[in-house]
């Protein structure tokens, strides 16, 4: 499990003093990114927890086998699930051409999540934490559950203790590539130590910040909904399944019965078939049982 490297990517923070001016008058969002990606995976979540699904529409794009994303139509049946599809908002065909709508043009990275003013043609944010607190509060004149705050001022504290904790550690640490048995032992070490702190915490508290669900939650349920599915399989964190921590995976069913945004599906496909070099044959294993619908609810 050495990182990835990656051409450095310009960040568009949220300029939360112009967006809430904004809005509700002017101000027309559209959120887009890929269904793998854990990291975008949280402003879906955010938006459906503040009852923003009206407020701000989604276009997903897909990941495709040159690194861009890419706005197609795709037969899978959606039901209430966020499926990719076409950039209904701005008609354009890739994300990259999406970016390209702001008034000075853009040539670098493009990546997921980003929120636009469609009227504007400006990016808002890329960067996804940025948006879920804008979610979170920015945006409550849109919201249908206003009073809901993921970010209480009591645990702003508490909340970034566990956020250094959680992005290094898990977030990141799944993704962490060794190219040394030696590296390798101390990245899944790492990890895991986490992992089996986490799960004893949670043997007291429902929440990482007790019995408050709150953004910190968020960032951690992203990635253990992918845990079985992918990392133990691809990336080789294999030292235990998340089904072996009856507290952590207990906290990931409570979450996803709280929030249901998570397309098994597409996740699999995305990681297997085409987001990354890591299985040439493009066979996506069998879905494991505890990840299966009935067993989540």
């Known amino acids: 499990m050495g990182s990835v490297s990656s051409t450095p990517t310009p960040h568009f923070h949220c300029p939360f003093h112009l967006v809430r001016r904004m809005a509700p008058r002017d101000a027309f969002f559209i959120s887009t990114w890929a269904c793998p990606a854990p990291k975008a995976h949280r402003t879906l979540i ?28 795709r037969d899978i ?14 008609g354009r065909k ?7 709508l702001r008034r000075w043009g853009y040539d670098s ?27 979170n509060l920015g945006l409550n004149r849109l919201a249908k559950n206003p009073d809901l705050d993921l970010s209480p001022l009591s645990l702003k504290k508490k909340i970034k203790d566990w956020n250094q904790i959680i992005h290094s550690n898990v977030n990141n640490g799944v993704y962490r590539f060794a190219q040394s048995q030696q590296a390798y ?12 702190m ?28 992918r845990f079985d ?13 998340l089904i072996e921590y009856p507290n952590l995976h207990a906290y990931m069913r409570d979450i996803h019965q709280v ?20 299985n040439p044959s493009s066979i996506r294993p069998a879905m494991p049982s505890d990840c299966e619908h009935e067993f989540l609810f």
Do not use: Q
């Open 46 to 73: 955010v938006r459906t927890l503040k009852g923003l699904k009206d407020a701000v529409s989604v276009s997903v794009a897909s990941p495709e086998l040159d690194g861009s994303w890419e706005f197609r139509h």
């Open 77 to 90: 049946p959606d039901g209430d699930r966020v499926v990719p599809g076409l950039d209904n908002a701005n």
């Open 94 to 100: 890739t994300l990259r051409h999406v970016y390209r």
């Open 109 to 135: 990275r493009s990546t997921v999540s980003m929120l636009l003013d469609v009227e504007r043609k400006e990016v808002v944010c890329n960067e996804s934490y940025d948006i879920i607190e804008l979610f």
């Open 185 to 196: 032992d101390s990245i899944v070490n790492e990890l895991f130590s986490t992992l089996d």
């Open 198 to 225: 986490v799960d004893d915490h949670l043997g007291s508290f429902r929440y990482l910040c007790g019995d408050v669900l709150t953004l910190a939650d968020i960032c951690l349920f992203t990635t253990l909904i």
């Open 229 to 241: 599915l992918v990392y133990n399989v691809l990336f080789k964190c294999t030292k235990r399944k």
């Open 259 to 278: 929030a249901a945004t998570c397309n098994f599906g597409a996740i699999m496909d995305g990681y297997y078939n085409i987001l990354f070099p890591l």
